[in-house]
């Protein structure tokens, strides 16, 4: 079992920037691909973005050249650098682990002038 605590949300003004923080409680989470979601208000959650063990990433086509997703294994942490933020970014974000399934509470981000 892990938990998975996330953190860095908060209220921005279009065209700026936040960094979440997802804080695993294991160390082998480095082995482990790790998830960013999020879920708008009556919108389903989608994955945001992806990124591997070794490093290699993937997101969704609407956050492409805007967001950043990074780890830091010997924190047991990973990021979800947010740049040019949109009204249509805001929601509710969550990280997640496919392999040990779990989810963080959460954190809200919200965009708006």
């Known amino acids: 079992q892990v938990q998975l605590v996330e953190s860095g949300g908060g209220l921005v003004q279009p065209g700026g920037s936040l960094r979440l923080s997802c804080a695993a409680s294991?160390?082998?989470?480095?082995?482990?691909?790790m998830n960013w979601y999020r879920q708008a208000p009556g919108k389903q959650r989608e994955l945001v973005a992806v990124i591997t063990s070794g490093g290699i990433t993937n997101y969704v086509d609407s956050v492409k050249g805007r967001f950043t997703i990074s780890r830091d294994n010997a924190k047991n942490t990973v990021y979800l650098q947010m740049n040019s933020l949109k009204p249509e970014d805001t929601a509710v974000y969550y990280c997640y682990s496919d392999f040990f399934g779990a989810w963080g509470q959460g954190t809200q981000v919200t965009v708006s002038s």
């Open positions: 294991r160390s082998d989470f480095r082995l482990h691909a």
